[in-house]
């Protein structure tokens, strides 16, 4: 029935004059002078009632029937009470009038009247449409005896009052916030007294400490130089009288020296000469809109630059065909100037049979599916071009063709065709056995030569497998050959292709080894990684290698020093210093292919050259070796093509052939120094680590144990206590420890899944799930705390494949996702969950999803902070909400686990929009 103000007494102490009998008065003849109160009473506009001293109703205005909406008559017979009605005894009223009898004052009340309420209560059933806020005053009517014989009550609807008082504070307060918000202000100047007023907003616009603004010279400063001191002024000069005028400036804020822009929008008064009197408008902070504009224009321009550039030809035309758009590659590909391209058809540049397969092509567009075709392209000169040409629908209704010109790679792929023929005739006359084996090893072709130097047919050999014992495969030292070990088996397992595999196969034709150099190199299914099958070349080296064996036999002894180790070997001539032999390993160490290229050289000319590596400093060495026996350094060397590298050298003074020599050994130790620069980077990483934790655990003991002071301060209440507290007052104090252990709670929920995903031995159990699912879970959980708030979550998923996830983990996610939004989101706000697939060039996949809201945003100087585990970062919601300031934290540990990232845009008041991305690809079922 709404809310009851409180009787107020006024001192209102004139008698009303009536007749002995106040209902008999009010039916006798208006005409009559003596009956002028009751004309006034029948004809006034105010609801007027007239009650007996028992709180009957004997009359009433027109005005009390049309603002109740029943009779009067109805009341007058039903011999109803308002001393004993229900409704006014519950609000006081009857206790009203019948002070109004016994103390012979005027009261007023003020309150609400409930039409239906008010039928519940009582038998007048018409009131059940009626709700009014009213103002009533209660009049005491006396006899010519001074007693109360009547008692006069006047309604006042204040109803539509209450309504305009509560929407101009409304206005008010919405105005203020919208003026902070939008960082907008207002002034106002009286320009003929120089007296100015302006909102607080552009003190912090424009960056004053004070309020030095006091007339159209003092803006004049504040304006950048490079719109010049008087814009402003010449700005409030402008002519017409009484109009709306707006315009940007650049400013340079009084505090800082920054330069902002403003949009000032005012209306100037003028007087008829013409001469500015008044001014009042608005400034508003428009900086972050001018550099907006500016990114749009560079990026527009960037996007223009990058379709122009294309190596493809872009067409855009409408639902006619008509050619609305074509970049440069399209215009050179067909020989048009771009004037003639747009007064063209789409079906203009193909063969005219095209037609109907161009329409056709649209409408499959128009349901939504690209188009993938080969078509045949006529250029202005007539030349026919093939083209491979991928069709869209636009945004706007728009269809976007991209055309590649194919000509040359049909052409040379009719050409291969001529060529495999010619392969054929090659592969069965070439001098070298070449097999081929399928991609689980078994040969399915192989030529003349080897089944020559293997003693078999090709009937025999097809089905054949590498890992056959029959082949009776050898090493060099006799060993056995294992299958796997095979260099056809490698490359099908890596990839790769293996080269100068040596092996003695058995030729069961002949009953005797033969030696085979082989090759095997993998093929790949076309466009991608899959290895289809394996070449194999064998190379009969039985002849050479009873000669190669002789030969090493006899080099044994000179190569046992050379060959014998993977490390450089330089030989010096003591006297000089000067390079006279190295070995083969040297000659790969530092990318030079003939020995004699560097002994033209000096040892300088192989170092860096720089600082202490030069080639005095080198003959320092050499000479301290020859003085000393040997001499072990660290060397930083240089390649043929300039690169730099450390090795490690051991010089050793020696006689060979009767001559004073150095042999030098330097060993490759890059990895060796890139591995020591690691350790140092991980040792300081892992300082910092252990720094972040100590930092992020004392955050965390501390933030677990102050709560602890609230509990056992109300806990001791409760103990010492308990009998003196009122009901309400333990209560209270339940709810408080509630609320504190609540906190703990989650803080301890939290920490235990952050301490969770620190471990190394933590892994993530993924399996293939519907991710619509998972998020219905979590929006069906979180949906009573928004609603509560009167939020509502809005969620747009498209991917209907299964994901590969950690399901709980991910839930984890989009709960404290979520539970961020309606945190810091205001009533009526809706929260936007969106996620779907999305399929790079490279064929790999990612599932994409982000979560948007209106609510207060992050100031951008603390987004940094808010994936860090050395600062806990937390604030309050729009109702005081706390929260534990890990569970950012735990998102990005989660996502980052799933191989993924995770960022957040915001702007104050604006609200805050959180995307993450995880892998899918293959994962995607």
């Known amino acids: 029935m709404g809310n009851n103000s409180m009787p107020s007494e006024k001192n209102d102490s004139h008698k009303h004059k009536v007749s002995d009998n106040p209902a008999a008065s009010l039916q006798s003849d208006v005409s009559d002078p003596r009956n002028y109160y009751k004309y006034a009473f029948l004809q006034s506009l105010t609801s007027t009632v007239l009650l007996d001293t028992t709180g009957r109703i004997i009359a009433a205005n027109d005005a009390f029937e049309k603002l109740f909406g029943i009779p009067a008559e109805i009341f007058i017979k039903s011999d109803h009470s308002f001393i004993t009605d229900p409704e006014l005894v519950r609000k006081g009223i009857a206790d009203m009038i019948i002070r109004c009898v016994n103390e012979k004052k005027v009261f007023e009340w003020t309150g609400e009247f409930d039409g239906a309420e008010a039928a519940k209560l009582s038998s007048f059933k018409q009131f059940t449409k009626i709700k009014l806020t009213l103002r009533t005053r209660f009049s005491p009517v006396f006899d010519e005896s001074g007693n109360v014989e009547a008692i006069v009550l006047q ?6 009052k209450r309504l305009l008082e509560s929407d101009l504070n409304e206005t008010s307060s919405l105005l203020e916030a919208a003026q902070n918000v939008s960082r907008t202000g207002h002034f106002s100047a009286d320009l003929i007294t120089g007296k100015w007023l302006y909102s607080e907003v552009i003190d912090e616009m424009l960056g004053l400490e004070s309020k030095p603004v006091n007339s159209v010279d003092d803006w004049g400063v504040i304006i950048s130089e490079d719109q010049g001191k008087d814009s402003f002024g010449e700005f409030v000069n402008l002519d017409g009288n009484n109009e709306y005028h707006s315009s940007d400036f650049r400013i340079r804020r009084k505090k ?24 009042a408008g608005t400034l508003q902070d428009i900086s972050q809109r001018k550099l907006i504009e500016r990114e749009l224009i560079d990026s527009s321009r960037k996007y223009q630059t990058l379709v122009d550039q294309a190596s493809d030809s872009i067409f855009v035309f409408d639902k006619q065909g008509r050619i609305t758009e074509v970049n440069e590659e399209g215009c050179k ?16 540049l193909t063969e005219p049979d095209s037609h109907k397969m161009i329409l056709k092509s649209i409408a499959r567009m128009e349901e939504g599916e690209n188009v993938a075709v080969m078509r045949k392209l006529i250029r ?12 869209r629908m636009l945004s706007d209704g728009q269809f976007q063709a991209i055309a590649r010109d194919v000509t040359e790679r049909v052409r040379l792929e009719e050409i291969f065709k001529a060529k495999e023929h010619q392969f054929r005739v090659i592969f069965e006359n070439m001098p070298v056995g070449v097999v081929f084996q399928n991609e689980i090893g078994f040969i399915t072709m192989a030529n003349s030569a080897a089944q020559d130097i293997l003693g078999l047919s090709l009937e025999q050999l097809q089905g054949k497998h590498s890992m056959d014992p029959e082949w009776r495969a050898i090493h060099e030292d006799g060993s056995d050959y294992p299958g796997p070990s095979h260099p056809a088996m490698i490359s099908l397992r890596t990839g790769k292709p293996v080269k100068n595999a040596v092996m003695g196969v058995f030729n069961s034709k002949n009953k005797a080894y033969r030696w085979l150099k082989i090759n095997s190199v993998p093929e790949f299914k076309e466009g991608s990684g899959i290895v289809t099958g394996v070449f194999t070349t064998l190379e009969d080296i039985t002849d050479i290698r009873l000669t190669t064996l002789a030969l090493e036999e006899s080099e044994r002894n000179y190569k046992k020093i050379f060959n014998a180790t993977s490390d450089a070997i330089f030989i010096d001539d003591a006297a000089t210093g000067r390079i006279i032999d190295v070995n083969e390993t040297m000659l790969k160490m530092y990318g030079y292919e003939n020995k004699e290229d560097i002994l ?4 300088g000319e192989l170092s860096a050259d720089t600082g202490p590596y030069d080639e005095e400093n080198a003959q320092k060495m050499i000479r301290r070796a020859i003085d000393t026996g040997s001499h072990t350094f660290e060397w930083l060397a240089k390649k043929k093509n300039g690169d730099l590298f450390w090795v490690e050298v051991s010089l050793i003074k020696t006689d060979i052939g009767g001559k004073g020599r150095v042999l030098a050994v330097a060993r490759d130790i890059t990895e060796r120094k890139k591995a020591e620069e690691k350790i140092k980077r991980y040792n300081l990483e892992l300082k910092y680590s252990n720094s972040t934790k100590d930092k992020f655990l004392s955050i965390i003991a501390h933030d677990l144990r102050s709560p602890f002071h609230t509990v056992l301060g109300l806990s001791e209440i409760l103990y010492d206590d308990i009998e003196n507290l009122e ?22 929920n939290d920490l235990l899944d952050w301490a969770r995903l620190q471990s190394k031995d933590y892994r993530i159990r993924t399996k293939n799930e519907k991710f619509d699912e998972i998020v219905n879970d979590v929006v069906e959980i979180m949906n009573p705390v928004a609603e509560g708030k009167g939020i509502i979550i809005k969620t747009e998923v498209d991917v209907p494949d299964e994901v590969l996830l950690d399901a ?15 945190k810091f989101s205001e009533t ?4 936007t969950l969106e996620a779907a697939i999305l399929h790079s060039e490279d064929k790999n996949s990612s599932l994409n999803v982000s979560i948007t809201d209106t609510g207060t945003g992050i100031p951008a100087e603390d987004l940094n902070l808010l994936f860090r585990a050395d600062t806990r970062y937390t604030k309050k919601g729009t109702r005081e909400e706390k929260g534990s300031g890990l569970g950012l934290l735990l998102c990005y540990e989660v996502i980052k686990k799933h191989g993924g990232e995770i960022e957040i845009k915001s702007d104050i008041g604006k609200g805050c929009r959180v995307s993450f991305s995880i892998p899918a690809g293959s994962q995607v079922c």
């Open 333 to 348: 590909t067909l020989g048009y100037t771009r004037e003639e391209m747009m007064v063209k058809y789409i079906w203009d």
């Open 808 to 822: 709980q983990m991910i839930r984890l996610v989009l709960r404290n996702l979520i539970s961020n939004s309606v």
């Open 600 to 603: 033209k050289l000096n040892v």
């Open 155 to 160: 309604h006042e609807d204040i109803t539509q």
């Open 727 to 748: 009901r309400e007052e333990i209560k209270k104090i339940s709810y408080n420890l509630h609320s504190v252990l609540k906190r703990q709670y989650d803080l301890v």
């Open 380 to 391: 202005k000169n007539g030349e026919v071009i093939l083209a491979e040409i991928t069709g």
């Open 828 to 831: 009526g706000s809706v929260i």
């Open 256 to 279: 800082d020296g920054e330069i902002k822009w403003v949009s000032v929008k005012c209306r100037i008064e003028k007087d008829p000469e013409g001469k500015p009197l008044r001014i």
